[in-house]
């Protein structure tokens, strides 16, 4: 079975602090791929990264970065001096090839930051 | 390049009654997938079509849902008839094929239901 876990519900911080929301995964397969989405207030899901599962590189793109470490099934974002525009519920996402394309999705962190 | 258009944004119906929502994928995208998202929780495919085929409708309720996208292209999503437990935001996504990675997905139709 496939299966993704956020155990993180809300996380409130302020401006400037950074912040890590998990994401803990389960699968069988030995392909398959992880994603970030960022859902703001609009209702429009965001697409932020995706990584295989055969590339544990870490990543970095501006203030966001993103821990993958298939030893303990985990994918967590971390979001360097956060803003207040970060402000927003964070998805992450699996998609395992033998279980078809569609992803699953975690129930989601929501993210206060305020000023 | 236009993004994923769902209409409508917003929908207030009584059990009971019927609805529906219209998805116009990126252009040129083959793959369609709709979601429902209820309160507090993440997005759940009801429905994935390739072309004008259906893939994967494992988890569409058949009794009430039903979906189309008959020329490849648009689809629609209608409930008939509607439970208050149908109340939740309901996502259009597409992706070039079924083996590109990516899903773009639209603003969703949130759905009340009285």
């Known amino acids: 079975a496939q299966k993704v876990t956020q155990a993180q519900t809300e996380i409130s911080v302020v401006e400037k602090e950074d912040v890590t929301l998990d994401c803990v995964y389960e699968?069988?397969?030995?392909?398959?791929?992880l994603f970030w989405y960022k859902q703001p207030p609009s209702g429009e899901l965001v697409f932020l990264i995706r990584r295989n599962s055969f590339d544990e590189q870490n990543e970095i793109s501006g203030r966001y970065s993103w821990n993958f470490q298939k030893s303990t099934s985990s994918f967590n974002f971390t979001i360097t001096a956060s803003q207040v525009v970060d402000s927003a519920v964070y998805f992450c996402a699996l998609r395992a090839d033998q279980a078809g394309t569609a992803l699953i999705f975690g129930k989601g962190t929501t993210l206060s930051v305020s000023s | 390049e236009a993004g994923v258009a769902q209409s409508p944004r917003y929908k207030i119906i009584e059990k009971r009654q019927s609805v529906a929502f219209w998805c116009n994928p990126i252009s040129g995208h083959a793959t369609l997938y709709w979601y429902q998202q209820i309160l507090g929780q993440g997005p759940k495919l009801l429905i994935q079509f390739q072309n004008n085929g259906v893939v994967d409708d494992s988890q569409l309720p058949k009794d009430r849902f039903s979906a189309e996208r008959l020329k490849g292209v648009d689809s629609t999503l209608k409930i008939q008839p509607a439970k208050l437990e149908d109340s939740a935001v309901y996502l259009c996504?597409?992706?070039?094929?079924?083996?590109?990675?990516?899903?773009?997905f639209g603003p969703g139709t949130r759905l009340t239901v009285l």
């Open positions: 996504a597409s992706s070039l094929d079924r083996t590109t990675r990516e899903q773009f």
């Open positions: 699968t069988r397969d030995t392909t398959y791929y």
